[in-house]
Every structure is written in C-alpha cells, then in structure tokens.
C-alpha cells in the first residue's frame, strides 16, 4: 500500500529571522506536490515565527518538549505552549537528544505519551549507532527503541516513525537505499507482530541520515520508505526537489 509521503525538515539550531525567512519564502512559492505531507521543524524561539510565515499547506513541529503541561521546569517547552502557537507537531527522541543530551528510552517515551495526549502529532526518532551496526545489533537496538515508543502510543494515526541511523546523520554517509529498505521493512514486520496489522500498514516509516536532493529519488522509491527527516538539505533550496521526491 502506498502511503501519503512524509517530508520533515529539520533545521536544528540553525538560522535566523533573516534566513528561516528567505527559505521560508522559497518554500510558500514553490510547486510543491500536495500527495506529500510536509514539517518543517523549527528552533523553539522561531516555531511562533514558522507558523505565522509559512503557508497553512505546510507544518510546523517542536524540536523537543517536556513530558508536563506546565511547572517549574526551567528552560523546557510543553506541549499546550507548543499548540498555543499554532504548531501541530514535535520531534522526540531525535539522536542529538538521546546521545548529546543522554534523554533515555523512558524519558521519550513518556514524552510521547504526553505530547500525544496533549493532541500533537509526533516524529518518533530511532535509530543505532556505528558500533552497534557493526556489532550486528541493529535489530535489538531499533526494536527497543521502538517498543519503547510503542508502549506509549495508543492512536498510531498521529504518529510517524523516523529511522536514522546515528552514522549517517550530519555525516554525508547517507544508508545506501538496500540499507534503508532492509531496516523499515523489519520495523513494519515488527510493528506487525507487537502492535498489529493494521497500524504496520497504515504507520509512515520516513528515513533520516544525509537525505539530499541527489539520493531522495532513489530512497524514496523503496517499497517501505514513507518519506524523510531531513537536517542539512532541509535548510537549502534543495528541500524543495526532496519534498517532489515521488512526483
Ligand atoms: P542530516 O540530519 O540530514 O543533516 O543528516 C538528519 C536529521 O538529523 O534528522
């Protein structure tokens, strides 16, 4: 079955007012496919910014946000804040926020629990590190993962699932199509088997890790890729070509 392609933009801590707003502009004025879904992740201070800039056709989602709705939580976004602006989606689990800022499977997990309760949609992020492919654990790596998300999801509808292996993000060795393929289709089979039939078929599974306007065809065309999260190229003019991936 094919799924409605997904494309998230990522920008990480990057830009500015001028800068978000110039790619902002490039992308309200593009011919953009409208069989795809398209979230461009903003930096906290700019997510207001991003959704009063950026055409109704295209989203907006959180980087991160807190597991409460409000509190003495010093420096941390909720949920309810991040819809008060107007923004529909949040980035969880992402690598830079397990391995750079040591957030454990527990605490996305229940990030996910309440962000989905709160009535985002989430980006699920999973994905191994270079030792752990090598080590041959990939599988038990993104299946714990996975699970631990899973636990915490009751609607599936407003979930999508990135894989992103931890090597290829930001390092320009994008998985070959193969690589990427062999993974989602695992994580569907998985799906099937500890959550059910019908959330395998209907979940998008998006690929993440040096995704460019080069290699998005190639990706995009295998049977399990539902689309992609995308850093770097997600910044440039090239988002456009990867969001028109499948046109
Ligand atoms: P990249 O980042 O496209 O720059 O590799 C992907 C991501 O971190 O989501």
Redesign the pocket.
Known sequence: MVLKFFV?G?W?MNGDKKSLGDLITTLNTASLNDETEVVC?APTVYLDFARSNLDARIGVAAQNCYKVAKGAFTGEISPVMIKDCGVEWV?LG???RRHVFGESDELIGQKVAHALESGLGVIA?IGEKLEEREAGTTEEVVYAQTQAIADNVKDWSKVVL?Y?PVW?????K?ASPEQAQEVHEKLREWMRANVSEAVADSVRIIY?????GANCKELGSQNDVDG???????LKPEFVDIINARA
Request: aromatic share 4%.
């Open positions: 998230g990522n990480k992740g980035i992402h690598s830079e992020c990135a992103e290829a993000i930001g390092t320009g994008t993440g890790g040096s995704v460019t992609f999260l995308v850093g770097g190229a997600s």
